[in-house]
């Protein structure tokens, strides 16, 4: 959906209303407003910044002398400060606004659970305790509730994105999403997994934890914030009451509430829709500097929030409290002061306590620089994400050198000495011999081990984070030079002697690597790429062949070039790799039966070898892998409804392998369950992406009753699935694969239309789409998949109009077109077995547009290779497949293979349009002259 402006000629600061706004209310008493033109405010704003840095002292005298100067500025510049006054005394940031009573919850019931009792309440909405009571099992759950009297569309968009994070995040140590849905008086709710624990701050105080034990816990809390990161996804509001710990010891991270994903990199945090319509939310307490002063943020500012939170569990105070407390002071002192050294903090404050002294002591050296680096101003000088501040950490527990801190020799020695006392102990003699020769060799091999930590983590971002940036203005050209320097890098560094950490960068690289080659249309480079990292994966799965992860990473790896190998249309290698990549996630499901993540790599991993059987024309393999798929499916949905439309997409396969095989009634059924199954989502009409599968499932079915004769009721279905996805392109126009599904929609009731003898329909809506069908073509690389169906389709429709009309078809795209595609094929990239029906469509029509216009060598020419394309697969090929191929043989003079063609598909259900075109050929006898002939009825 386009994202609405700001609001244009004002600009504003805390306690200025722009024009327009309702004016501020700001402790009990109506605020003035006082509204600053765009041309006056560049006037004021520096003088404004000049006197908020001059202490209180000197201001008077600043503006006494601007009163000289300028006595209107000084005037606007003094109401200014007078309302940032105001507005600090008021303390408005410390509190959340006041709530509409909701009280009366308690006992009511939503969906399948009864609310027991209010949890909380914040900003966003309010969180509730339940328990399911529809008799399927026992259990409470957290249901959290947007507040009626907030509901601005930019925090029902917050709210929404909520459930959308939490749905991408399974990890043991965060709050699981369970259900979404709307209550009837139209209040949006989550229902999340409950937690009974208090805050990770109190956890600690409360057991009088010592230094490693905090840090362990601290490490569960880092465990969640990387998994989240290797999603995409930043927290932004990191803080212990968002972190709670079960009495067990497990940690759970809550509330992503105001989460944002890192793939929406194209947009700026300062300048998002939420932004711009409820504020630049964060916590002060815990928010980074780039997050005060409204920059981007990155994974660098969960880090800068984790530093904070270890701070405070380490030290027992913030690291950078503000002098009067206020919230402006607190972000004020969050991006000028300097935090005080961990260990100095503990041990000022805990001067008179020999315990606290203690304590202060274990602070200092890593633990200070581990902190140190995790709160630094500039988000490049910090840790890059949550999995490199949890490594220093782990290496500080294991006495292990750490990042944070300068890799002297000196350093390095007292760790190894720290780590092997007893061994040293006994070998001091030794030591003393050849001490010179050990630190020129730890300093050497210290120093390359950093230089390649560098060059790969360098690698990684360029690859990553600037490719995130680069992606939205279609400029991953520029990464060309860097994943070459990559490749050649990795290809100088023997894979057999790095160790796990070193072989996952390369294999994490050589995803990304493939993965750019893949957006720009480079197939070869792709699979070349994804290759390598199959190798790579594979060497550490070889290290640790029971380790679950090794096994998933691997997994990816290979499924990613069967991804690739199908796309390319190598379908016997692609099928080589979907089953690899199911014996894999069988693996990890026997590994570990319990883990739902596991179970649906097995899904999908079904589904994907169900999918390339259907291109290779194995109706009935394609089916079974279908169904089974489907069986673990319906097992997971019951654990997680979040998945209920990979459910419903799983029927619609389903249908799909019926239609290869020829039961239409059994692939109709198959729809409708889809159907059924996305109507029972809660908020279905609503939901965007249900919506979209609506309009899917449509379309099929229009699809398939026309193959059953019933060409009313498929007209009905088309024109539903036209109107569906036509609503989803008006919200957003740039969303190509609305847009594509749109396409696939009205061609399809273009084609029911013409089958109707409807031209002037069927020539309006294919008039209709053909800028449409341009714009996805001109979007990427020429004639993929869905492209060579769509621009196949619409020539076909073409020339069926021009065919029933009596009307001129330009050839030259068309034949364009056909000799871009040969040459596809001529290079190894076959069509699978829905393309080589939609071409032969479209070669048919064609040939009998050339014949009518009197060009009968070139018409052949066109039937010959509709038989010579379908003549092979004969044997197993579709009715529609098998339709096309008669009557081109009936074109060609091969009257008798055409009739015993014919008889064969009347003996199925198909009963399309097209087989009533061939009985009525038939009927009219031999010879390329017949289709010419006007339709008769069989």
Not at 99 to 117: D, K, M, N, Q, S
Request: proline share 5%.
């Amino acid at each position: 959906m386009p994202q609405q402006s700001p609001q244009a000629g004002t600009a504003a600061v805390p306690g200025i209303g722009d024009a327009g706004d309702p004016a501020l209310t700001l402790g009990g008493g109506q605020a003035r407003r006082f509204v600053v033109g765009k041309t006056e405010w560049a006037r004021l704003s520096p003088l404004l910044d000049e006197l908020l840095d001059l202490p209180t002292s000197e201001r008077e005298h600043r503006q006494e002398a601007l009163r000289r100067e300028d006595p209107q500025s000084a005037q606007a510049l003094a109401m200014l400060l007078g309302q940032l006054d105001a507005v600090e005394r008021s303390d408005f940031l410390s509190r959340p606004p006041s709530l509409p009573e909701t009280a009366g919850l308690a006992g009511e019931t939503v969906g399948a659970y009864t609310i027991v009792r209010e949890l909380g309440q914040g900003g966003m909405g309010s969180v509730w305790l339940a328990r399911r009571t529809d008799g399927r099992y026992e259990g409470s759950v957290a249901i959290k509730f947007l507040n009626l009297g907030l509901r601005s569309r930019g925090l029902a968009e917050r709210f929404s994105r909520e459930g959308s994070i939490l749905a991408r995040l399974a990890h043991p140590n965060i709050a699981r999403l369970i259900d979404a849905g709307v209550e009837p008086r139209g209040r949006p709710y989550l229902v999340l997994e409950y937690i009974d624990g208090e805050p990770i701050d109190r956890y600690c105080e409360a057991r009088s934890l010592d230094v490693a034990a905090r840090v362990r816990v601290f490490l569960d809390v880092l465990a969640a914030v990387a998994h989240a990161h290797n999603r995409l996804i930043l927290h932004r509001d990191i803080k212990p009451s968002n972190i709670l710990v079960t009495p067990a010891g497990e940690v759970k991270l809550l509330d992503f509430g105001i989460a944002k994903l890192m793939d929406d990199a194209s947009v700026p945090t300062s300048a998002t829709e939420l932004t711009r319509l409820d504020g630049n939310a964060f916590t002060p307490q815990f928010a980074a500097p780039e997050q005060v002063q409204g920059g981007d943020v990155t994974t660098a500012t969960d880090v800068y929030a984790l530093g904070v939170l270890l701070y405070v569990l380490l030290g027992g105070s913030h690291p950078t409290p503000s002098p009067s407390g206020t919230p402006v002071d607190q972000m004020r002192a969050v991006v000028e002061i300097e935090p005080r050294r961990l260990s100095d903090a503990v041990g000022r404050r805990l001067h008179g306590d020999p315990a606290g002294r203690r304590f202060a002591r274990q602070l200092r050296g890593d633990l200070d620089n581990i902190v140190a680096k995790a709160l630094k101003k500039s988000p490049a000088e910090r840790y890059a994400n949550a999995a490199a501040f949890a490594d220093d950490l782990r290496r500080y527990l294991a006495d292990e050198p750490v990042a944070a801190r300068r890799d002297a020799l000196s350093y390095r020695t007292a760790k190894f000495v720290r780590r092997h006392r007893a061994g040293v102990a006994a070998a001091c003699v030794v030591v003393a011999t050849i001490a010179g020769g050990i630190g020129v060799a730890l300093w050497q091999a210290g120093e390359a081990r950093r230089q390649q930590i560098q060059a790969e983590g360098l690698i990684e971002f360029m690859l990553g984070d600037l490719r995130r940036k680069l992606q939205p203005v279609g400029r991953l050209d520029v990464l060309d030079a860097v994943g070459e320097k990559a490749l050649a890098y990795y290809a100088t560094q023997g894979s057999g002697r790095l160790d796990a950490d070193s072989l996952g960068r390369r294999s994490r690289a050589l995803h990304l690597i493939g993965e750019i080659h893949e957006k720009r249309g480079r197939l070869d480079d792709a699979q070349a790429a994804f290759e390598a990292a199959v190798r790579t994966t594979g060497q550490l799965l070889e290290r640790a062949p029971n380790d679950g992860q090794r096994i998933f990473d691997h997994a990816q790896s290979v499924y990613w070039v069967g991804y690739i190998a199908r796309r390319r249309g190598q379908l016997k290698q692609a099928e080589d790799s979907f089953g690899r990549y199911l014996d894999l996630a069988q693996r990890l499901s026997r590994l570990d039966p319990r883990n739902l993540d596991w179970r649906l790599e097995t899904f999908y991993a079904g589904q994907n070898v169900g999918i390339v059987y259907l291109d290779t024309g194995q109706a009935e393999q394609a089916l079974r892998s279908f169904v089974d798929a489907q069986r673990a499916m319906e097992s997971i949905v019951q654990a997680r409804p979040e998945h209920r439309l990979e459910l419903a997409n799983s029927h619609g396969w389903i249908a799909r392998a019926h239609d290869a095989r020829g039961d239409f009634a059994a692939a109709i059924a198959a729809e409708q369950a889809k159907v059924d199954v996305l109507r029972a989502v809660p908020d279905a009409r609503l939901n965007r992406e249900v919506q979209r599968l609506l309009g899917n499932a449509a379309f099929e079915l229009g699809r398939l009753h026309l193959s059953l004769g019933d060409a009313p009721l498929a007209l009905r279905e088309a024109r539903s699935a036209v109107e569906q996805l036509d609503a989803l392109v008006a919200l957003d126009s740039t969303n190509l694969l609305w847009l594509d599904q749109g396409c696939f929609a009205r061609l399809s009731l273009a084609g029911i239309e013409l089958a109707l003898r409807h031209r002037d329909a069927a020539q309006a809506e294919l008039d209709r789409v053909a800028s449409d069908i341009g714009r996805i073509v001109a979007a990427g690389p020429p004639y993929t998949r869905r492209q060579m169906l769509l621009l196949a389709w619409l020539y076909e429709l073409r020339a069926g109009v021009a065919l029933a009309g009596g009307a001129a078809l330009p050839t030259a795209p068309v034949t364009s077109y056909l000799a871009a595609i040969a040459a596809q094929q001529a290079s190894g990239t076959p069509l699978d077995a829905v393309q080589a029906r939609q071409l032969s469509a479209l070669n048919l029509l064609l040939g009998d547009w050339m014949s009518r216009e009197g060009r009968p060598e070139a018409a052949e020419a066109q039937w010959r290779a509709v038989a010579e394309r379908l003549r092979p697969v004969a044997a197993k090929a579709s009715a529609p497949a098998l339709t096309l191929l008669a009557r081109a043989e009936l074109r060609l003079g091969a009257s008798d293979a055409a009739a015993a063609l014919a008889t064969r598909i009347q003996a199925s259900p198909y009963r399309h349009p097209d087989l009533a075109a061939l009985v009525n050929e038939l009927a009219d006898g031999p010879g390329p002259r017949r289709h010419i002939n006007p339709r008769k009825k069989p």
